[in-house]
């Protein structure tokens, strides 16, 4: 977090994207154009961003609870995020600091819609119930094939529960992510991250510039 004076009408702006596509040196990146521009914010993450939330990501993530059901999985999401929104991001948002949040709403409607195939007119029940009518006001989805995203993943350490999961179903988290994003053009920019680094962080600049 940084203490400087914010200028502007905070802004909550997400970043989503399947795995390996770059999310962390990316994060890095918004906050470095953020600091220059003197913008008050704060960073967080999905799932976590609160004690009670790191804790839920640590049974969602881990392998403690390897076996939960998909429902226990959907429901846990959104109880750590009931918990986010109402300790932090709201908070925040009031006091004018900008929210710059790894992952929100929309990987619930990829990952647990999409991966696993539930209900999406559940998780928009529990979408309207927890968050009522909060949205973020951008989502940078960063972009890339399957294939490439598992080539860069791959290099890391001990995979987690997500991340075991076969292709298939990171196909279809990165499907619903794209349709989303076609859906919803004004808010949900595609980030091609299948370049390289700079080239990534060029098209994010393009991006940003017009909100700073
Ligand atoms: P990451 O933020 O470090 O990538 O890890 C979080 C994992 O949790 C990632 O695999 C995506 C998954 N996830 C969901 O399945 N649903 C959600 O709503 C959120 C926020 C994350």
């Keep these: 977090m940084n203490t400087t004076t914010s200028h502007k009408q905070?802004?909550?702006?997400?970043?989503?994207?399947?795995?390996?596509?770059?999310?962390?040196?990316?994060?890095?990146?918004?906050?470095?154009m953020l600091k220059e521009s003197?913008?008050?914010?704060?960073?967080?993450?999905?799932?976590?961003?609160?004690?009670?939330?790191?804790?839920?990501?640590?049974?969602?993530?881990?392998?403690?609870?390897?076996?939960?059901?998909?429902?226990?999985?959907?429901m846990l999401m959104f109880a750590a995020r009931a918990e986010h929104v109402a300790q932090v991001i709201r908070p925040a948002l009031s006091r004018g600091q900008w929210v710059l949040c790894d992952r929100f709403t929309d990987a619930t409607y990829a990952y647990q819609g999409g991966g696993r195939q539930l209900d999406m007119s559940r998780i928009a029940g529990l979408e309207q119930w927890v968050l009522g009518d909060l949205r973020p006001d951008l989502t940078l989805l960063l972009d890339a094939p399957i294939e490439v995203g598992r080539e860069r993943a791959g290099k890391r350490s001990t995979p987690d529960r997500f991340e075991q999961e076969r292709d298939a179903f990171f196909n279809r988290v990165r499907q619903v992510y794209l349709d989303r994003a076609n859906n919803e053009p004004e808010r949900i920019k595609i980030i091609d991250a299948s370049l390289d680094l700079s080239q990534v962080q060029q098209q994010i600049k393009r991006v940003m510039m017009a909100y700073l």
């Design 38 to 74: 003197a913008i008050d914010y704060i960073e967080t993450r999905e799932p976590g961003g609160t004690p009670l939330g790191e804790a839920l990501r640590a049974m969602l993530l881990g392998e403690d609870f390897k076996g939960m059901s998909d429902d226990t999985e959907l």
């Design 10 to 32: 905070p802004l909550f702006i997400t970043l989503e994207g399947s795995e390996g596509v770059g999310k962390t040196s990316n994060m890095e990146y918004i906050k470095s």
